[in-house]
């Protein structure tokens, strides 16, 4: 996966994924949350400074369609520079049902 950009890939409990632009380029990784507010984030977004101290960066949500037909998820995350906020779809071109592509909308 060091050839892919913008992706998140679950596993159990946790993932690992990258969010890139040109003004940015992050890897970061996370963990399910044991959430008792249905407004919460289901998954907490961390990553690392330059000087490798881990931070917590935005989350990931479960939000309703408009159309009541199912869910999707979507994040939020503090670049740095700015707020990146993008849903979360099957990766193109890929088997692995775990691995989602970032599809930044803001």
């Known amino acids: 996966m060091k050839d892919l950009s913008n992706f998140i890939h679950f596993t159990g409990d946790s993932f690992t ?6 003004s940015f380029d992050i890897d970061i990784f996370g963990e399910k949350l044991a ?10 977004i ?7 101290r881990m931070i917590e960066i935005g989350g990931i ?6 159309d ?15 707020k990146f906020r993008a849903n979360l779809g099957r990766f193109p ?7 989602m592509a970032v599809i930044a909308w803001d």
């Open 61 to 66: 949500w479960e939000n309703q369609r408009q």
């Open 17 to 22: 994924g990258n969010l890139a632009s040109l």
């Open 35 to 44: 959430r008792t507010n249905d407004k919460a984030p289901l998954w907490r």
């Open 93 to 99: 071109g890929q088997d692995d049902e775990e691995l």
């Open 46 to 52: 961390k990553a690392r400074t330059p000087k490798g």
């Open 68 to 82: 009541g037909t199912g869910n999707y998820l979507s994040l939020s995350v503090n670049t740095g520079h700015s």
